[in-house]
């Protein structure tokens, strides 16, 4: 018996075998994975989940991959903070961050998504994996296909920062740098995928890749000594890793391996490319695209897939989406650098000026646990915040010139 019943649409409802698609011929609707969870229920349980790998794969029987996993065996399961120094500041007692800067193998959460999506790609026998993509998405895709030994092309956009043009090139994979945005990007994959026989993660592998985001949430419960926080606050791009936390800790309650989920569900974007933030806020589901211009280049999708979604989470979990400013991402970064020791990427600094604001906005209680999800490295996004940085100090190889310079510093 399969723990996979097949595709399903999220709007008609109607079926389709566990194949490379991602898009319902009748509605037009996204297709997700069905599980049978009657199934999963005889196989999973908490004590086989602390026995398993130190990894996202521990979660195996919720992933939709049919045999054994074959990449990333070793992203996930990243580290998770109780941070007494930022929540002090903001006010929280137990404030913990989900720490996916260090995921394996290249620093994001993007990690999870793609050994997910790749292992399923190689069941279904493709030989060739392909991305549209901000910039992690690319650099997780070029370091899994080398590993998993797929031919590999990244579209990205063409004024990506610097840091994550390198983390692909350094692969070897082919990478095509485009002149336009990410939507751009994406419409232009969406043309090249109907002509090559190529595994786009994130569209005809899209159902099976957003599934990796789930790990996220499950790793949390576990940490919480098999409890959901509160309060979770995640970035906004598409809007997948939002609902799919969300979805993490209700397949968990439905399992029995948690308790009732009440878990308030927050969204966080950059003013500069915000529909889902602004549509919330103006009390509809319809997102309005944008045109992307904000430091938040991780983020920086102007016609959000899973955008509603988003919005009927935030909704239906009593939660807010919120965004901020470009220097108050750059605040959010330094905040989370200087408490914590965290460095994080610019989407890691659009979740602490959210986190900040809706702590300052009092939608926290004190005693209430709340997680914040930080996706990416700092050290991917540093011409973003290195203007707002100080200087070493400059001096002569002798004691008095450091004196002189430690004088200089107390005046």
Known sequence: MSKIKGLVCKECHKSYPAEAIHVCEYCFGPLEVAYNYDFIQTQISREKIKQGPSSLWRYQDLLPIEGEPTVGLNAGFTPMIHAKNLGAALGLDYLYLKNDTVNCLTLSFKDRVVAV???????????????????????????HAAEAGLRCFVFIPSDLEAGKILGNLVYNPNVIAVDGNYDDVNRLCSEVAGEYPWAFVNINIRPYYSEGSKTLAYETAEFLDWHSPDHAVVPIASGSLLTKIYKGFHEFEKLGIIGAVKTRIHGAQAKGCSPVATAFKNGTDFIKPVKPATIA???????????????????????????????????????????????????????VAVLKKLAEKGVFKRGESVVAYITGNGLKTQ?????????????????????????????
């Not at 999506?117 to 190689?122: D, E, P, Q």
Request: with cysteine.
């Open 117 to 143: 999506a790749l292992t399923r790609a190689k069941e279904l026998g493709f030989d060739t994996a392909a991305c549209a993509s901000t910039g992690n998405l690319a650099n997780s895709v070029s370091a």
């Open 297 to 351: 280049k991780s983020l920086a999708i102007g016609n959000p897939a899973d955008g509603y979604y988003g919005i009927k989470v935030a909704r239906e979990s009593g939660g807010l989406i919120d965004d901020v400013t470009d220097p108050e991402i750059v605040n959010g970064m330094k905040l989370l650098a200087e408490k914590e020791g965290v460095f994080a990427e610019t989407a890691g600094g659009v979740t």
């Open 383 to 411: 011409e973003a915040i290195s203007p707002s940085l100080g200087k070493p100090w400059h001096i002569k190889p002798s004691l008095m010139s450091f004196q002189d310079a430690l004088k200089a510093l107390k005046q």
